[in-house]
């Protein structure tokens, strides 16, 4: 089982070993300076040579991607002396603890990750996403929950009434609404009809986050703001729940024990609950597991059309200004979970099926 855990986290390094050297060539392949950037389009060359030398791109690609990798990894090599160089220990931008000496000027420390800081607010791209990733966080969980339950119970009813028009009906809204409308055309047309047109109804906003500032309370927790959103988030993967859940319970459906629950008597109602329902759920659970990863990725849009103040809002207004730390720091971000989770699961794969180990 270790050997087994090892190799998994040995090819999620290597998976975001991959992850890390795209996004690093890609960005830097893209038009745009960034002492333009940090300094705006009047400022003198000595001032702009400045900032190329504090973010090291005055050097060749390739140091600059050395760098990159030294500066992500947990241990790294650095220089405490010279203060000039690139590798130098800034404690303006690290928070390490030395592990042994190289040399008399280098020596391997244990750090956090450094992901840089933002060309427009000047902040570290970590603390940007420390405070952005819990409310899309909150907003991807909410749109799994919701996902999982509706789409487990319509799944349910569709096989239980398999062909009726009731099946047909659920199949056709959630491949038209799930499956085919675009995340940002379902979160226009949610904001505009819950939002706008049935508000005095519902009571709800078109936009807002999980915290409101107000003048006379301060920071207040506003959970109606979730609804919309987390819906919006929601519906793609509901619609693929649904189906999964329906083929699945079907197959179970057909199996010998389901025919023997039905000799001996049993209610529809005691042999889908209790007996097949449970059998089913194994590959929805994978499904699930899966979507809740893509959930914290595709949250951008639905963050920006809701004003959702999560990480998904800051890559769009990152993107719109050109400030690249931010977007290549949430992207690593987005891939070391989508890698975690994808490791959990095999994980829970080997616990629960030795075959998987030996393959």
Do not use: C
């Amino acid at each position: 089982m270790v050997k087994y855990i090892l190799s998994k986290f040995f090819y999620g390094v290597l998976v975001l070993f991959g992850v890390v050297t795209v996004i690093f060539f890609l960005f830097n392949v893209l038009p745009g300076d960034p002492a333009t950037i940090i300094l705006g389009q009047r400022a003198n060359e000595k001032a702009v040579e400045a900032v190329h030398h504090d973010l090291g791109t005055d050097k060749p690609i390739i140091v600059q991607y050395v760098h990159y990798l030294n500066d992500l990894s947990p241990i790294s090599v650095h220089t405490y002396k010279n203060k000039n160089s690139l590798w130098y220990l800034n404690p303006e931008k690290y928070e390490w603890t030395p592990l042994f000496t190289l040399n008399k000027s280098h020596a391997f420390v244990l750090k956090w990750p450094y992901l840089r800081r933002s060309y427009i607010t000047k902040r570290n791209v970590s603390e940007i996403i420390k405070d952005t990733l819990p409310e899309t966080a909150v907003l991807a969980f909410s749109a799994i929950l919701i996902a999982s339950f509706f789409g487990i119970m319509l799944g349910v009813i569709t096989a239980m009434n398999k062909n009726s028009m009731l099946d047909r009906l659920i199949f056709i809204l959630a491949t038209v609404f799930g499956m085919s409308a675009p995340s940002f055309l379902v979160g226009l047309i949610v904001a505009w009809l819950f939002g706008y047109v049935l508000t005095s109804y519902t009571g709800l906003l078109p936009s807002g986050s999980l915290y409101d500032i107000d003048v006379w309370e301060g920071e207040t927790l506003k959970i109606k703001n979730l609804i919309l959103p987390a819906v919006t988030l929601g519906i793609r993967p509901l619609s693929i729940i649904i189906q999964l859940t329906r083929s699945s319970l079907l197959d179970v459906l057909s199996q010998d024990f389901i025919r023997t629950a039905k000799a001996k008597g049993l209610s529809n109602r005691k042999i889908i609950f209790k007996h097949a329902l449970k059998n089913a759920l194994n590959p929805v659970i994978t499904a699930i597991s899966g979507w809740f990863a893509s959930l914290m990725a595709g949250a951008v849009f639905v963050e920006k059309i809701f004003s959702w103040k999560g990480i998904g809002f800051e890559v769009v207004e990152a993107l719109s200004k050109n400030d690249l730390p931010v977007v290549m720091g949430a992207t690593i971000i987005f891939a070391v979970i989508f890698v975690i989770i994808n490791i959990v699961v095999d994980i829970i794969y080997g616990v629960l099926d030795p075959r998987v180990r030996i393959k």
